[in-house]
């Protein structure tokens, strides 16, 4: 479309922020039927790079797990796992295997997560990330370890259990991780727990 | 094929899902390239690249992105980083190639408005082309200042007449305005280049200097 000197000097106002359409043009854009066509070999190659762009992005970025967390914390800030516990009302053994990832954050009440989340002064999404993903890798565990005992089976049967849980971890953080429904429901039941006691 | 909702594309990325990046081409590229070539006349090939520098910014930084309204609020980033874009590579063409020039090129104004209409035009041109010249270096929002006399003059004008000049200016279809105004879409069609020229009479009268300063420019040539 032809646009006028006005129209122009309007569209700079706007690109610069000294006038605004409040959402009308952002609107429009999202019910505009697509005027320019690309082709298929330009597409494919913004997807490689933006495919390239978010491995890196996702490795830098990519949420600890509640473990990773609990353990980093210790270390850092030269808390006993003592003191953890007994402050967010968990038992030894279940935040010991809370620990080390080996239990889900289901099985933990939504009222624990909220304590863990004010002791460490964690934000609600941060803290929704961290079980998210605990969850997943609890709950895809099973499946690694069977299709890497497989394979350990076959090449390497003196693979050690360092190794195999490192590729685990690998194989975790590249795989693509859709839990069932049943799963997701429960999941997203909890994480609405926490964040409704924001 | 079925629209994929915004919430997922988010969660996709944010997993670092390959999936995600298909998923934002799809809604984006060719949307926001049609955007820059039919809305902002730029060419082709400077669209497609400023479209990818804008999806690659989403995908480097959907990890800070959350949801407070509602699935739209994706929508409004991604647009928000668009305009941004579309403002730098704008800036960098002011400052390159000269903003005057481009105003001048495929021009339609077909004599709609006076000499001296046209003059108070092309000054505030000429002044936010030197404000971004000379503000480069300083990095404190160039260009908008010299911008300010336009949403000043719209502030003066009816709201309706406002809400007319802005959306039409960004190809916001004439129906989407007559919901926002109330007005019958025959009668924005109809009012549209009255309202322009009133708006441009009215810069003309409240701002006399630019015309003087421009007619002073030109004796002084002669």
Request: charged share 30%; hydrophobic share 40%; net charge positive.
């Amino acid at each position: 479309m032809k646009h006028d000197p006005v129209d122009k000097l309007i569209q700079h106002a706007y690109l610069e922020g000294a006038i605004t359409t409040r959402k009308a043009y952002e609107d429009a854009v999202a019910k505009r039927n697509i005027a320019v066509v690309l082709s298929e070999e330009k597409r494919i190659a913004l997807e490689r790079r933006l495919e390239q762009a978010l491995a890196r992005s996702h490795q830098e970025k990519v949420p600890a797990t509640v473990g990773a967390f609990l353990q980093k914390v210790k270390a850092e800030q030269s808390i006993k796992a003592q003191e953890i516990f007994a402050r967010v009302g968990l038992a030894p053994n279940v935040y010991r295997m809370l620990e080390h990832d080996r239990i889900s954050p289901l099985k933990i009440s939504a009222e624990a997560w909220k304590k863990i989340r004010t002791l460490f002064n964690l934000q609600t999404d941060e803290l929704v990330a961290m079980v998210r993903r605990t969850h997943q890798l609890v709950f895809f565990r099973p499946s690694f370890r069977t299709t890497l005992a497989r394979y350990d089976a076959k090449k390497n049967k003196g693979m050690k259990a360092s190794t195999l849980e490192k590729a685990a971890s690998e194989l975790y953080s590249k795989a693509r991780l859709d839990l069932p429904e049943d799963e997701k429901e429960k999941l997203e039941k909890l994480l609405k727990s926490i964040a409704a006691g924001k | 094929m079925a629209r994929i909702p915004n919430k997922q594309v988010v969660q996709e990325l944010k997993e670092g899902n390959p999936l995600g990046c298909r998923h934002l081409i799809g809604l984006y590229q060719e949307k926001l390239v049609s955007e820059c070539v039919t809305v902002f006349n730029l060419v082709l090939e400077d669209s497609e690249e400023l479209v990818s520098d804008v999806l690659l910014t989403v995908v480097q930084n959907v990890h800070d992105f959350e949801f407070k309204r509602g699935d739209g609020d994706f929508h409004l980033w991604v647009l928000t980083i668009f305009r941004n874009r579309v403002r730098d590579l704008a800036r960098h063409q002011a400052i390159t190639a000269g903003l005057v020039e481009r105003f001048e090129e495929g021009d339609s104004d077909d004599g709609q408005y006076s000499r001296s209409e046209r003059a108070v035009i092309d000054e505030i041109v000429r002044q936010y082309q030197d404000s971004l010249r000379d503000e480069r270096s300083l990095d404190e929002g160039p260009g908008s200042g010299k911008l300010r006399i336009i949403a000043e003059t719209l502030d003066k004008m009816e709201s309706w007449e406002r809400v007319l000049l802005r959306c039409r200016a960004l190809d916001v279809p004439y129906e989407d305005i007559a919901t926002y105004t109330g007005k019958p879409v025959k009668q924005l069609k109809v009012y549209h280049a009255r309202v322009k020229k009133r708006f441009v009479k009215m810069l003309t009268d409240n701002h006399p200097e630019f015309v003087q300063r421009t007619t002073g420019t030109e004796t002084h040539e002669a």
